[in-house]
Nanobody, 124 residues
Framework: QLQLVESGGGLVQPGGSLRLSCAASGFTLDSYAIGWFRQVPGKEREGVSCISRSGGIRKYADSVKGRFTISRDNALNTVYLQMNSLKPEDTAVYYC?????????????????WGQGTQVTVSS
């Protein structure tokens, strides 16, 4: 069974850091671009960051540039999202997704597999 599992979410104070992980089972991630998305109740899901299957292309939403870093370790079949200088507006459920492509996009309709999400709450 093809599955993506996110972990690493939690409660953190403003200015703090978290590292999210996206682990794959049932398939190898090295054939897929990976995107991180987030969603707040009542709002549309938005793309946060994505990385191509080679790791050579990395994209970030303007709202997280300079604070978030995406990386991948294909040997561990895992993609990471390091989130620093977190703000209350970063609070959301974060999802990782996989798409079969050589680049990466923020178009969620392009993604083939999705994880169940992990909650990130930034609050004092």
């Amino acid at each position: 069974q093809l599955q993506l599992v996110e972990s690493g979410g939690g409660l953190v104070q403003p200015g703090g850091s978290l590292r999210l992980s996206c682990a794959a089972s049932g398939f190898t991630l090295d054939s897929y671009a990976i995107g991180w998305f987030r969603q707040v109740p009542g709002k549309e899901r938005e793309g946060v960051s994505c990385i191509s299957r080679s790791g050579g292309i990395r994209k970030y939403a303007d709202s997280v540039k300079g604070r978030f870093t995406i990386s991948r370790d294909n040997a561990l079949n895992t993609v990471y999202l390091q989130m620093n200088s977190l703000k209350p507006e970063d609070t959301a459920v974060y999802y990782c997704a996989a798409e079969v492509t050589t680049w990466c996009t923020f178009s969620d309709r392009d993604y083939d597999y999705w994880g169940q999400g992990t909650q990130v709450t930034v609050s004092s």
